[in-house]
């Protein structure tokens, strides 16, 4: 999930099945993070959010989970639908202090094969 | 409730030249933010406001300028375009006191030749 510029890491998943997205982070300090989805033409849209005292949170079809000791969150999409293809962020807060601001990875591209 | 509104949808600039893009919320939120999109890449954030009266500098500011006009408006100046500012520019907001997932508009893409 982090950037690697032009180049979109890309997960092809079969209508029906279950998706699962990655993504690594590197200030152990971060406290906040959020899985957004965008499709073409669109703004990121958010889907779900998980705080740092927990490891796991579900919402409709989606689940998010975070090992704080690797440092590493995953987004997991149940019964994937052709609707679900889009680009999907993580982004997370590393200083609360500092404001509501957000850092983003870089983003995969999710394609449902019918 | 329309969330968070960006005017003009597309822009083709000149190098040089100016612009203004235009930013609306009706969430009643406080903080407000300017993000840059290039291909392939995660948003890098340019310019946030966390409340109505204060700006501040984000990680990508140069070259821009901000105004926050009053708690509903952000905007965001260009004065002097350059092919390096070619990019999809989201804008969007959140409520203060409290991390929160911002809202975000549908962008405005620009192009500078």
């Known amino acids: 999930g982090e950037s690697v510029g032009l180049h979109l890491p890309t997960l092809s998943v079969q209508e029906g099945d279950n998706s699962i997205i990655n993504c690594a982070y590197s200030?152990?300090?971060?406290?906040?993070f959020i899985w957004y989805k965008q499709e073409s033409g669109k703004g990121p849209q958010f889907i779900i959010d998980?705080?740092?005292?927990?490891d796991k949170r579900q919402g409709q079809r989606v689940t998010v989970l975070l090992n704080k000791t690797v440092k590493h969150l995953s987004l997991q999409i149940a019964a994937t639908q052709p609707g679900d293809s889009a680009v999907y962020f993580c982004?997370?807060?590393?200083?609360?202090?500092?404001?509501?601001?957000?850092?983003f990875g870089g983003g995969t591209r999710v394609l449902v094969k019918p | 409730n329309a969330g968070v509104t960006q005017t003009p949808k597309f822009q083709v600039l000149k190098t040089g030249q100016s612009m203004t893009l235009q930013c609306a919320q009706d969430?009643?939120?406080?903080?407000m933010y300017w993000y840059r999109q290039d291909p392939g890449m995660g948003l890098r954030l340019i310019y946030y406001?966390?409340?109505?009266?204060?700006?501040d500098k984000g990680e990508v500011p140069n070259g821009y300028n901000v105004s926050r006009l009053n708690k509903r408006e952000f905007s965001l100046r260009l004065e002097s375009a350059a092919p390096s500012q070619t990019s999809v520019y989201f804008c969007?907001?959140?409520?203060?006191?409290?991390?929160?997932?911002?809202?975000f508009g549908n962008g405005t893409r620009l192009t500078v030749t």
């Open positions: 982004a997370e807060c590393r200083n609360k202090a500092a404001g509501n601001k957000l850092t």
């Open positions: 406001s966390a409340s109505e009266g204060t700006t």
């Open positions: 969430m009643n939120h406080n903080s």
């Open positions: 200030n152990s300090a971060s406290d906040y």
């Open positions: 998980i705080r740092s005292n927990m």
């Open positions: 969007a907001s959140s409520v203060t006191g409290e991390v929160s997932p911002l809202h």
